[in-house]
């Protein structure tokens, strides 16, 4: 069963010279349509998109596969920060017009 999700991702004080091989890993293990982005010389990626967890997997097995891989990809320790948003089931509010609002909006009582 997949679970559907957006996730996003920053990593901070990266080694700048894996900076290519960090944003290959991330689409290895997420694949999908995101954009990433480094601002100037900063030593911060961040980014995500849309995607699903396979296999039943938690979020919190998904953020150890990631950060393994990104410290092998680092070669070093860097700071991961994930935000999973699970997208199937959202709160959302509902609204609607009704034939009474619209004739009190004609009658100019509104």
Request: aromatic letters at 16%.
């Amino acid at each position: 069963m997949s679970r559907y999700y957006n996730i996003y991702i920053e990593i901070i004080d990266f080694n700048v010279d894996k900076e290519e091989d960090i944003l290959k890993t991330i689409k290895q293990i997420w694949p999908g349509n995101y954009e990433f982005f480094k601002i100037g010389d900063s030593n911060l990626i961040s980014g995500g998109g849309d995607n699903h967890l396979c296999g039943g997997q938690s979020e919190e097995e998904s953020f150890e596969e990631i950060y393994k891989a990104l410290w092998l990809s680092n070669e070093a320790y860097c700071q991961i920060i994930i935000n999973y948003t699970f997208l199937e089931d959202l709160p959302y509010e509902k609204f609607e017009t009704s034939r009474d609002i619209y004739d009190t909006i004609k009658k100019g009582t509104i």
